[in-house]
């Protein structure tokens, strides 16, 4: 049984910093792609980063582009979201999704996902 459970959000100033982890049972993160989705009230839920199975190829929405770091950390199964200068626009519950791939940005693509953590930052 495949569990990704996230952890990190909560509420933030802007201009301040939150690191997101994503722990992955029952799946290798080495043998996955894996990645960021956000979804805010009333939006669609919406890429935020990726990285490549081999942790070679990170990828980023434009959005957060300079402000968002993905990484991982495949011997304790871990993925993480480095989120910093943080602006009110990126409230929302942020998803750690994984896929047996080498790499994927739609969430079609998906095949695991996290439950979500809130992520608030006030003005």
């Known amino acids: 049984q495949v569990q990704l459970v996230e952890s990190g959000g909560g509420l933030v100033q802007a201009g301040g910093s939150l690191r997101l982890s994503c722990a992955a049972s029952g799946l290798a993160t080495s043998s996955s792609a894996m990645a960021w989705f956000r979804q805010a009230p009333g939006k669609d839920r919406e890429f935020v980063a990726g990285i490549s199975r081999s942790g070679r190829t990170p990828g980023y929405d434009d959005s957060v582009h300079g402000r968002c770091t993905i990484s991982r950390d495949d011997a304790n199964n871990m993925v993480f979201l480095q989120l910093d200068r943080l602006i009110p626009d990126d409230t929302a519950v942020y998803y750690c999704?994984?896929?047996?791939?080498?790499?994927?940005?739609?969430?079609?693509?998906?095949?695991?996902w996290g439950q979500g953590t809130q992520v608030t930052v006030s003005s």
């Open positions: 999704a994984g896929a047996k791939r080498q790499y994927f940005l739609p969430a079609t693509e998906a095949e695991y």
